[in-house]
């Protein structure tokens, strides 16, 4: 499902824990890290749609998180030229994303990679609040950026440092 513009509709999963690291996961096979996120159906919420990927990619149930908050509005990136699909109809030129926090709950050995169709992650790590804006594939990194400052907003205040100065400048 893309829209008009051609973005297609995605969730985005900001996981921590109590003391407000992050949930980064490497791309299966690749050097690569993110958080979670993924496509929302056509006959889906956001919400459900979180939900789902959260299962698909992390093995987390709803009762092993406590959902802290959204972003307000969709965030849109653009995807370099590269990556765009020409031959694709609709053409599909980025993503919208509604993003969430959430809190784990439950332990963390209930993380898992097996419960999609095809693995996402392969490895999972808890970094410090601010470290995936630097880390992150570049065409990214100002919806990471706009998300995380939403919603770092929504924690307990001493947990993160919301002014980071150096990972907000660029």
Request: overall charge positive; glycine content about 8%; proline content about 6%.
């Amino acid at each position: 499902m893309i829209d008009s513009k051609g973005y297609r509709p995605n969730v985005g999963i900001i996981l921590c824990n109590d003391d407000g690291r992050l949930f980064w996961a490497k791309r299966t096979g690749m050097n690569s890290w993110q958080f979670p996120q993924g496509g929302i159906h056509p006959d889906e919420t956001p919400e459900a749609a979180m939900y789902r990927e959260l299962w698909e990619e992390t093995g987390l149930h709803a009762e092993d998180v406590q959902l802290i908050g959204r972003t307000r509005y969709w965030l849109r990136y653009k995807l370099p030229d590269r990556y765009i699909r020409r031959k694709s109809m609709p053409l599909c030129i980025g993503q919208k994303q509604i993003w969430f926090i959430l809190r784990l709950v439950s332990k963390e050995s209930n993380v898992r990679f097996d419960c999609g169709e095809k693995p996402e992650f392969d490895h999972w790590r808890w970094v410090d609040y601010w470290e995936p804006i630097k880390h992150v594939v570049y065409f990214k990194r100002k919806v990471y950026r706009r998300a995380m400052t939403e919603l770092g907003e929504m924690l307990i205040p001493e947990s993160v440092p919301i002014s980071a100065e150096g990972y907000l400048a660029n």
